[in-house]
């Protein structure tokens, strides 16, 4: 089945300006990834510290191409239930509760107990249909007659069981509901999976996907990333900043500042029109960028070092 958007990813130079467009500043190995996923239909693993871009990338993709984002938040516990369906329980009871009368009436002239029990096992076919499946995150992306986006996001925080779960979905696009079959995507969703490395995942799920990892930017893109998302920022300021942030990176924290966190601290210094980037300015607004007050405590200590070695002339103006 041919769909419109699939044309947009034709080419790799064509996915990194879509993703551009979409408010997305990728790398050439991003985009890469992207375009690969769609054109080998493979998902891709997205691996990283927080905070860098991982989720974004989904959403971007997501707003690009015009395709419903459909995410699948993991956590400890996570099962079958709430990933891929469930059955209208509710409901269920209440169409038992108004066949009631009829069922009495048709079970009333069965000469005996099998007899009973072989009318009953249609209907208990008919309570077991799709009249009565609740679609969760998976079914609903499979199912999406134009194709979707699938984020499952976190899998690192999901159980080894529900690892092994995803297997059918990640090679073949496919899953199966014992009471119905399997389920096949007309158009594979893009899939993306992130994960923080919070555990190790497994060499199955591993082999099923593109692996991508997004580490923390170099000065020149993290400068295009800040322009993107804070346009109102001056040139001047948002090279300084960016410059500031890559020497916290070198400093031994318990948290290095994300891009995320660098986009908020820009968001700041727009709020309160800053124009440099003055120690006492900067000391009131670390709580922006570090998440730790040890952290905090160690940049404070060194301020007026750090923002004398920060080298914003070595960042280009675009």
Not at 54 to 76: D, F, G, H, N
Not at 137 to 147: D, F, Y
Not at 223 to 241: E, F, N, Q
């Amino acid at each position: 089945m041919s769909i419109a958007w699939q044309a947009q990813l034709d080419s790799i130079e064509a996915t990194e300006s879509g993703l551009e467009s979409a408010g997305y500043i990728p790398s050439r190995e991003i985009a890469t990834a992207v375009y690969l996923s769609h054109h080998l239909q493979k998902p891709i693993l997205v691996e990283g510290p927080a905070g860098v871009g991982k989720t974004e990338l989904a959403k971007a993709v997501s707003r690009w191409l015009s395709l419903p984002l459909i995410r699948m938040q993991c956590y400890e516990g996570l099962d079958e239930s709430k990933a891929l369906y469930e059955w209208k329980y509710g409901k269920q009871l209440l169409y038992t509760q108004i066949l009631k009368d009829r069922m009495g009436a048709a079970l009333g002239d069965e000469p005996g107990m099998d007899a009973a029990l072989r009318r009953l096992h249609g209907l208990s076919d008919l309570f077991f249909s799709e009249d009565f499946l609740e679609p969760r995150p998976l079914l609903k992306a499979l199912r999406s007659p134009g194709g979707a986006v699938l984020l499952i996001d976190e899998v690192d925080k999901a159980d080894q069981e529900f690892e092994a779960f995803l297997l059918e979905l990640l090679s073949d696009y496919q899953v199966s509901i014992p009471e119905i079959g399997t389920i096949r995507a007309d158009v594979p969703p893009i899939v993306m999976l992130t994960s923080n490395s919070q555990r190790d995942l497994g060499d199955a799920l591993k082999r099923r996907c593109l692996h991508l990892h997004i580490g923390l930017p170099e000065a020149r893109l993290e400068a295009r990333i800040i322009a993107s998302r804070v346009p109102g920022i001056d040139a001047t300021l948002r090279r300084k900043l960016v410059a500031f942030v890559q020497e916290l990176r070198g400093l031994d924290l318990k948290k290095l500042p994300s891009v995320s966190e660098t986009i908020d601290w820009a968001r700041v210094l727009v709020l309160l029109h800053a124009n440099e980037l003055e120690p006492a300015l900067v000391r009131e607004t670390l709580n922006v960028l570090l998440k730790f007050e040890s952290d905090i405590e160690v940049v404070a200590g060194q301020l007026g070092e750090l923002l004398l070695k920060a080298k914003p002339e070595a960042i280009p103006v675009r």
